[in-house]
């Protein structure tokens, strides 16, 4: 980490490793220029391998390891305080072990109701609660509330001496009242910023000093350092001199500024002719506004106008008889949309099966010309319609006779069978149902079938296309409606010189097809 004001440069290995590093120095106008080169090779203290210590094993009871030599793989073990001696603090010294009073802790001094400014909560384990420090600013650790020990021999009345032992050889500098406990310790900005442990002990001559409690000094550089912190992401207008940080480590601080600057980064205050400009500006901005707004007003009306006009459109169009004719006789099931049967033909609508639909849309898929799939389709049908057997004469003569297969869909799954009848043979009235009713039973029976493949599930009329026309008044008998409630239709009885048979047989299928109530109907 470097100190870009300074060029300070501070390295904290945390594993083993080499680097190389360039500093560079950049002034204002972009031009740089190197200031040093160096290689450095990170290694592990000789205290952070244990089996270092003496005899390859690490140091007991307490002690700590100690690097006499760096980086020659040993390290040695101070035994002081702990009541044990030898090269380990493996062996008992018959030093009286020091113990204090039940109920000790930190407690702030009396003097100039200074209470707040001191750190003194410890937590359950013995450790001071607060653990990180900023860099550059001094703190206060509380006394302790006792002065006096006893050895566990019976000895008591023993003044105490308070001490900081530190784990770490190099460390900040804390000042400590040995009579009391109580800490100052001022941090530099340069000290380096990682964690150091230290612990304070109460020691009497002649006896085996006691451990209190552990203090971690994680040091971290104040939310100040960085101009990105202050009010709305920038520094404050005179830098450093009016940096306040009121809550350490939340990355935040505030200005302090007088009263002649703008709150918060203590700008100064505005000009005339900067409040001229920027009052030009925002009466810019505002007409600006008030174009965009008129114009999707505008374009808002024009829109309003066009539906309304498309409304109108709709409600004054012609109605298409013919099309609503085909929508209601395909929503039947009762053919095609597209195709007319003439008064001299016979048309059968037939329904494939999904494999062959499948077959024909996969073909499409795949690149296939629709032309050519429709003509295999109808090839197919002609084939399969033409050996069929068992048929009556007349049937038989309708299929060996001119006739066409047309696909209605592209895709395969309808197709319509167009006979037409020789002059010369007489068929009688229903030809179209009972044929359609002997396919239905082949097409039940599976015999109906493009390369044996592909069949035929349902065979239905196709509905001959009628046109609406305005009826002679004098040719209708009566005209009243079919159901009751919601019924859709009219029925619409006339006379065309037809029997009481015909007209019953047609009003039945009217009934059945409206799917009304029934009610008496009058037939002529």
């Known amino acids: 980490m470097i100190n870009t004001a300074t060029g300070f440069v501070t390295v904290v290995p945390s594993q083993p490793y080499s680097a190389s590093v360039e500093v560079v120095a950049i002034d204002a106008a ?90 003194r909560t410890l937590d359950a384990g013995n450790t001071l609660v607060r653990q990180q420090w900023v860099l550059g600013r001094t703190y206060k650790i509380a006394p302790l509330n006792v002065r006096q020990g006893f050895t566990n021999s019976g000895r008591t009345g023993l003044a105490l001496s308070f001490t900081l032992q530190w784990a770490n050889t190099t460390h900040p500098r804390v000042f400590i009242d040995t009579t009391s406990g109580e800490m100052l310790l001022t941090i530099p900005d340069t000290v380096s910023t990682r964690p150091f442990q230290a612990w304070v002990e109460a020691s009497h001559a002649g006896t085996t000093p006691v451990r209190l409690y552990s203090i971690t000094f ?103 008889m013919a099309s609503l004719q085909d929508s209601i006789r395909e929503a039947l099931g009762m053919g095609g949309t597209v195709l007319n049967i003439g008064s001299d033909e016979l048309g059968l609508t037939l329904s494939l099966t999904d494999t062959v639909a499948k077959h024909a849309f996969d073909a499409i898929t795949a690149g296939g010309d629709e032309v050519a799939i429709t003509e295999w389709l109808a090839k197919g049908l002609l084939e399969s319609l033409q050996q069929l057997s068992g048929l009556a004469g007349w049937q038989t003569t309708m299929l060996r006779h001119k006739f066409t297969v047309v696909v209605v869909d592209p895709h395969g799954s309808m197709a319509l069978l167009r006979m037409k009848r020789p002059k010369r043979l007489v068929i009688k009235d229903g030809a179209d ?74 009003s039945l299928v009217a009934c059945c097809v409206f799917l009304g109530a029934f009610r008496p109907f009058s037939f002529c």
């Not at 390859?56 to 002081?80: H, M, P």
Request: hydrophobic residues 35%; contains cysteine; aromatic residues 6%.
């Open 30 to 119: 972009g031009s740089r220029v190197s200031l040093v080169n160096w290689t450095f090779h990170a290694i592990a203290a000789d205290t952070e391998a244990p089996s270092n210590g003496p005899g390859n094993a690490d140091c007991d009871n307490g002690g700590i390891r100690v690097d006499g030599t760096r980086y020659d793989q040993r390290f040695t073990c101070q035994c002081s305080r702990t009541g044990f001696s030898g090269p380990r603090c493996l062996v008992p010294t018959t030093a009286e072990q020091l113990q204090l009073p039940a109920g000790w802790t930190l407690v702030a001094p009396p003097r100039n109701n200074q209470a707040a400014s001191f750190e």
């Open 218 to 320: 994680d040091l971290k550089p104040a939310d100040t350092t960085n101009t990105t912190n202050g009010p709305d992401g920038r520094d404050c207008t005179s830098g450093s001199d009016q940096r306040v940080d009121t809550v350490e480590f939340d990355n935040n601080y505030t200005c302090n500024c007088p009263t002649s600057t703008v709150e918060p980064n203590c700008d100064p205050p505005p000009t005339i002719a900067s409040a001229v400009a920027s009052a030009s500006s925002e009466s810019n901005d505002n007409s600006l506004t008030y174009a965009v707004v008129g114009g999707l007003l505008g374009l808002l009306l024009v829109v309003v106008a066009v539906m309304r006009y498309q409304v109108w459109r709709a409600h004054n169009r012609p109605v298409d």
């Open 433 to 506: 149902e009972d044929f359609a009713a002997i396919l239905q039973h082949r097409a039940s029976k599976r015999k109906l079938s493009i390369d044996g493949k592909h069949f035929v599930q349902d065979v239905a009329v196709a509905v001959s296309q009628r046109i609406p026309a305005e009826l002679d008044r004098s040719l209708v008998l009566r005209l009243e409606a079919l159901g009751e409630g919601k019924a859709f239709a009219l029925v619409v009885s006339f006379c065309r010189g037809t029997s009481f048979k015909e007209a019953f047989m047609h």
